[in-house]
């Protein structure tokens, strides 16, 4: 097989990606035209599969980023695929994360892709690729919340703009967890690069641990409340107000009953 044919396959999107999307895409539809008889199932499931998106395009722009970067193995891991499936940890990467949103309500930072970082040359392309994974999470809050800071929400249905600002809670509150400068997440990794050698030989040991440190700290009532304190004025900079976020919510619980004050 020629380098080019090689090449197109490990860049083929996956079927599980494409499956995913597919799901996104019908489920938002029945959201829209409020097909679906119970329209929380359908925001559990638009926002679930879109989630796993974002999800997936997060670790894609690592891979992506650490490719013109100089690691060109990041095409036979499959990294390039858009698989979920594909990433160093799955678990971490995608079970994990949904499983908190389904529990808890927030976008949980997931496992990043293994990249050879010995392929990289200069500091400034290390944090880029660190960065590169919050910053799609960004872009897609900016996305969901366009109709929200642009206006434009005549005809919109109120069901899918519900959906769409919890999605976009969910998108803010990745991006931030993941940009903490914590050992293990991307803040670090944006960090680091600066950092000298003996400095990161003594955080190194830390790192597996970085993220269950931040989980723990979500849990102390101060911390919990200027995390979403921040949360909230960066939802409002984005034109969402709480109560489309607070009617998300609770349309995306379905199971808990019926929200009340959330016409849909």
């Not at 490990?10 to 599980?16: G, L, Q």
């Not at 029945?30 to 329209?39: I, K, Q, S």
């Not at 990294?79 to 389904?102: D, G, Q």
Request: charged share 10%.
């Amino acid at each position: 097989m020629s380098s080019a044919a090689v090449r197109r396959q490990e860049r083929r999107i996956s079927p599980v990606f494409l499956a995913v999307s597919a799901v996104m895409g019908v489920t938002g539809w029945a959201v829209w035209t409020d097909f679906a008889a119970l329209p929380g199932v359908a925001v559990f499931l638009f926002v679930t599969s879109a989630w796993i998106v974002s999800l997936c395009l997060h670790e894609y722009a690592h891979a992506r980023t650490a490719l013109h970067s100089g690691d060109v193995t990041v095409g036979a891991k499959g990294y390039l695929t858009l698989n979920p499936f594909a990433y160093t940890h799955a678990v971490l990467s995608v079970i994990l994360p949904v499983l908190f949103v389904i529990m808890g309500g927030i976008g949980l930072p997931g496992g990043a892709v293994f990249v050879e970082r010995d392929r990289i040359r200069g500091r400034w392309k290390h944090s880029l690729v660190s960065a590169a994974g919050p910053l799609a999470n960004v872009l897609f809050a900016v996305v969901c919340t366009a109709p929200f800071w642009l206006g434009a929400l005549d005809g919109v249905p109120d069901a899918f703009r519900y959906a769409l600002a919890f999605l976009a809670f969910l998108q803010v509150t990745a991006a931030l967890l993941n940009l903490l400068p914590v050992p293990g997440l991307d803040g670090y990794g944006i960090l680091e690069p600066w950092l000298s050698y003996r400095a990161r030989r003594r955080i190194a040991p830390y790192a597996p641990y970085g993220f269950f440190v931040v989980i723990a700290l979500l849990f102390v009532p101060a911390v919990n409340a200027a995390f979403f304190d921040t949360v909230d004025a960066l939802m409002r900079s984005l034109g969402v107000d709480g109560r489309a976020l607070g009617c998300g919510s609770a349309l995306y619980r379905f199971w808990e009953g019926a929200p009340g004050g959330c016409p849909v």
